[in-house]
């Protein structure tokens, strides 16, 4: 008897967990753009430091690359947390069915 309630607590706490990590997912991928270009992103940043490294450009023109850079850092940090966000989803997913396996 005792193992089952701690089993069931086990559960409703691993399903609230569940549920938290679910919202946040959701408050990420408000920017949906994230996640469909994100190889584009990255080969324009490394094309970016490339020509800033490589060649002569004016003051304007190195201006819009840096603010271009800085958007797709701030684009690709959104995306690791995306990741990190969803890789913690499945471990506790997992974890999750087994404990629901065990109980039933």
Partial sequence: M????????????????????????????????????????????????????????SYSQEKKIWNRIKYLRKLLGKYEEISSVLQEIDKLKEEYNAYNLNYQ
């Fill in 2 to 57: 005792e193992e089952r309630k701690k089993t069931l607590e086990k559960l409703e706490e691993l399903k609230k967990k569940l549920d938290e990590i679910k919202q946040a997912r959701k408050d990420i991928f408000k920017n949906k753009d994230i996640a469909k270009d994100i190889g584009k992103y990255k080969k324009e940043l490394e094309t970016l430091e490339y020509v800033l490294q490589t060649e002569v450009l």
